[in-house]
């Protein structure tokens, strides 16, 4: 029974433990992964958005794409915010934090295009979009690209720890059934050494009786013998005082017998 309730405490431990690497396989990594994914798409619209301004002449058409500009930023800005926490590393952090100031120097110079486009001055719009922009757009995309793979180690990592937690638990299961295996065959041998064939002993030696006075010899002087002091003892004792009790009994008898016949 003991071993029963290690057995079962283990169990659920190392259950939580895998529910946990679980939790952060799925919870943490993969939705900072779908997340680092959604501001790669929304940036990458965006600067589509601002070369879209640039060859733009109405002004209602450019006002639209203004406003697209606008939702996007806010777009990736909310899905920052969100990345933010499910950061756990001071390493992710601070990675990060450099993705953030990259990406205001970003944000500042697509809005001096967007002036530019705006103010009719396409060809400056065009020459900071071709050079600052695209070359501050690179530098992000790399951040984004190095945030992607450190969350896929980290989630590697978590795989194999939960693999390994997996396997200890298996491990220590096995151990703990094999070991309530010999405990139990441990307490079958004491029970029948002790127990069983001492009964079966003391069964074997009143059959021997009754069989000696169904078949008409009445030996009544044999005993059970059963060297022990507990319950097993008593029983026994109990056998032989009921025997000597009907010995006792038959002797009267026979006595009255003889007596009578006299």
Known sequence: GFLM????????????????????????????IEKLDDVAV?????????????????????????????????????????YETLLTTDESKNNFQNFKSDYADYLVIYDQILEYSRNGNDDDASQLANNDLR??????????????????????????????????????IFILLLISILVLAFVVFICWKWVCKRLVNINNQLRDVIASIDAGEGDLTKRVQCFCTDEIGTLADGINSFIKTLQSIMGQINNSSTHLGS
């Open 5 to 32: 309730i290690i057995l079962g405490f283990t169990s659920l431990r190392s259950t939580n433990q895998i529910m946990t690497a679980s939790q952060e396989i799925s919870g943490t990594y993969a939705a900072s």
């Open 42 to 82: 929304a940036y990458q619209t965006l600067r589509r958005v601002a070369f879209a301004h640039i060859v733009e002449t109405d002004e209602t058409a450019q006002q639209t794409l203004e406003d697209e500009a606008e939702s996007l930023k806010k777009t990736i800005s909310d899905t920052c915010s969100a």
């Open 135 to 172: 070359n501050a757009g690179v530098a992000l995309t790399t951040e984004l690209d190095s945030m992607v793979d450190a969350n896929k180690t980290q989630m590697q990592n978590a795989v194999t720890h939960q693999e390994t937690v997996y396997s200890s638990v298996t491990r220590s």
